[in-house]
């Protein structure tokens, strides 16, 4: 006894849906497969438009970077003057003004006294040096000396030694502490 298996379905009639998908599904996926393609040639055709706009905006970068490059050593040359110019300030700055105090003392020049030597310190104190070519010099430097007292522009007034060479001239030391607004 043979037995025998029949692996052939019979064909069973399609439903109206089936038969409709059947016809739509091959349509809609030539639909798709075309906007496929009409999507896939635009995007190459913009990357090719945005391709072209990407080198120019190389070739124009490049072209500034060469510019920049040109000008680094000017600028170089300006940042090191700029910088050079900010420490001069800085120490001349830094640095007393002695225009007021150098003023009275010259003032003390006109009474016919002549200054040999000149000094201060940045706290004030003055040390002169004088020639004087005769007592009435003399008196009109302490009659001067003695104003300045008076006017708060020097205190702390010291005379050393007072000589008086061969010739008649005397010579004389002073030692004061200058006010703060003439050092400014």
Do not use: C, H, W
């Not at 043979?2 to 998908?21: A, D, E, G, M, V």
Request: proline share 3%; aromatic share 10%; net charge positive.
């Amino acid at each position: 006894m043979k037995r025998s298996i029949n692996l052939i379905l019979t064909k069973q009639p399609q439903s109206p849906i089936f038969r409709r998908l059947n016809v739509i599904f091959p349509v809609v996926t030539g639909l798709f497969f075309f906007l496929f393609i009409v999507i896939y040639i635009g995007s190459i055709v913009y990357l090719k438009e945005n391709q072209k706009e990407y080198n120019s905006i190389n070739d124009e970068i490049a072209e500034n970077e060469k510019a920049i490059d040109s000008q680094k050593n000017k600028e170089g040359v300006y940042r090191y003057t700029l910088s050079l110019l900010t420490v001069l300030d800085q120490i001349v700055s830094a640095f007393q003004s002695y225009t007021p105090l150098a003023q009275e003392i010259s003032d003390l020049n006109s009474l016919g006294l002549g200054i040999k030597t000149f000094g201060t310190t940045p706290k004030g104190d003055v040390s002169i040096s004088l020639t004087a070519r005769s007592s009435d010099s003399l008196e009109q430097l302490v009659a001067a000396l003695k104003q300045r007292d008076k006017d708060k522009k020097f205190s702390e007034i010291k005379a050393g030694g007072i000589s008086r060479d061969n010739e008649g001239v005397y010579q004389l030391s002073l030692s004061f502490k200058a006010a703060p607004s003439l050092l400014k």
